[in-house]
């Protein structure tokens, strides 16, 4: 692999430091910036000085970026001071001297960044099967996790990638052999074929926000995101560069444009990204069920604040608030027709339909939330305030000395916070000051705790970096949810769902009835600060020091079908017999056999027994597969369901429950593929960002530039 370095003359030591690290590594050779396909770019605060520097970076071609923060000495530089490149891109932090970070820089320079992830999360793992007494219960079970665990431990004696641990590689060992028992005692399931007459898709509003806000728009950068693992990171970008090739039609590289197309349509978007030019912001809060985000934010540092409402689908702003000072947090009352706003300048709630703002405490104010209709809660050092819309104390509620709040909540008309001191959690009722001590200790560092929706359960960060449910009598028990000491942010939603954010993992999303993980959001945005979700538990805003995200999150089991649904369930074996889908179309080897499937005249769609759900071209020669995607749930399928006001989704009945899938029935030819991906939109780009995208196909795709919003 031919790797470029571009770093500051300040930053030599460091420089020289990654060379002597590679040279020791067989397949890496150093080249020049301009002749390497990846290019490590050494970070720090006298580099952010460096015009040179900042040059270099900038002429930068290669398709991907490796950024090293030098933080030894000196504080990092904010990224709003540093070149666009590698302003919103994860960076390696090298903070001890006698530590460089060796692991993490192979295993940027050669890890996908699922593989990186996923190795992070089972080094979790594994400590908590250590920590149970290495009870087989705690090992892996899941056929669809041991795939991507049989792929990680192929990979393990590679020299470029980070080693596992003794530990991890012992319990991945166990895991494995334990799912291959498992495995082998099943029962080949009946094969189910299905015919469903074919359905157009519908042709939604077309719109979508950027994603890199400084990169063009061309016909190959598709190509460069899929070889940067973006596509999953960032699929808006990625999908919109293939849906252009593919419009454009020119050979096979509009073929190939539809294979992405098809592989970025299954995987979830977001739906709002801004990367703000100059100013910062602070908070943001999405409302109205997405539809409409209310954000902090400052143009100026030193100027006034101000909240900016946008609607989502357009990227208008509707309007904008000023405040009369610095705040650093808002949170909505239970209608989401309110804001309060804390800070150093003290305490606001803003009225968004009057655009009406109100005073009501004037000292600094770290955190404040609505407690009712009436009321606030205001955190002050060793106390709670409860406070009315004037300022006035209705109550105080004393804390020990030290506690600190990590967590709050809203239910079954009470109003309830959680705080910590040394390694206790407790509950405390703001309405009667009553105060409930957990018997789950907390981590040694870091804390995170939440009210769950009855007002009552605790959700807690425990010391075995599990998820603890904490009942209304204090009592424990872990949920086997992984959340490693990093975890700063936990939220029960809607759903029978957890939301769990933390440093090494990201925002994860869980169902916390099976501990299945839904899905992780907030995937394209680096040094996530801060997240706040909507009271329906339908969008997350993910706040970082240069942009901010709006995701929809991942959905469970859900409680109803739609009423145009066509559901199958008893059906006699079909079309699925002629293909040997249990051979050639299985490249990860696997074990599963087919559960169901159904089919229409252009495509097959095929449910296995681990969850996967593969969809065949059954136009072309030799039934071509055409992508992939899964089901979260655990459990045999018994049914399946799609509606055609939905064409994205299908659902499978496991259980007594329907669980959504992606998918894309029809999405085999360019028109199809063309009318889904519009039907995905939402927001607009930059015109920079279109700048090699064709006015007839701006026009084809619905792509709509934010100046003419």
Known sequence: MHIGLVASPADAHAADQVATELSRVEGFDLVEPNNAETVIVIISERSARDDTWIAAVTALTASRIVPIAVALERALPHPNDLPNLVRPINWIIWDDPADFPTPELLAALTYRPEDYRLATQIDHEAEAWRQSGFETRSLIDDPRRINELEHLWARQSSATLRPLTELTSSFLQHSMNASRRTRGKRRLRRVIGIVVAAVALTVAVPVLLQVRSTSQLNRTSFAASASLGQDRDVPTWAAVSAAATLAAGEGELAALAGESLRDLLVLPWPVDYVQPIGGSTWAIQPIDSGDRVAILRVDEIGDPDYLSIREVDSARELAQVPLDGSYDAIAPDADERRLVAAGSSGVVVVDIASRSVRRVIDDPTPAAWFVDDEFIAVSKPGRIDVVDLDGIVIRSIELGDGDEVVGRGYGNGSSMA????????????????????????????????????????MFVLGPDRQVWTVDRNGEGRPLGLNAPESTYFLQEIEGGRLVVASQSMGVVVYHLESAVELGTVCRDVALVQKIQVDQDGEMVACVAPATFVVWPLPIGPIPALPEDALIFDEVEPGSVDALDIDGASRPRGSLSRIAAAFSSADDLVVIFDDGYIETFDMTADGQELAF??????????????????????????????????????????????????????????????????????????????????
């Open 418 to 457: 959680v705080t910590r001191f040394d390694r206790t959690y407790t509950r405390v009722s703001l309405d009667s000051g009553e105060r409930l001590d957990a018997n789950v200790e907390a981590p040694p560092i870091g804390a995170a705790a939440t009210i769950g929706l009855d007002g009552e359960t």
């Open 628 to 709: 992939r995607t899964s089901i979260p749930a655990l459990g045999s399928v018994t049914g399946i369901a799609w509606s055609p006001s939905r064409p994205l989704f299908l659902w499978a009945r496991i259980g007594d429950q329907w669980w959504p899938a992606r998918d894309c029935p029809g999405c085999t030819n360019p028109a199809s593929l063309l009318r889904a991906f519009v039907h995905r939109q939402r927001g607009c780009y930059l015109n920079q960002q279109l700048a090699d995208v064709s006015s007839e196909t701006r026009s084809l795709l619905g792509l709509l530039a934010c100046e003419d919003v």
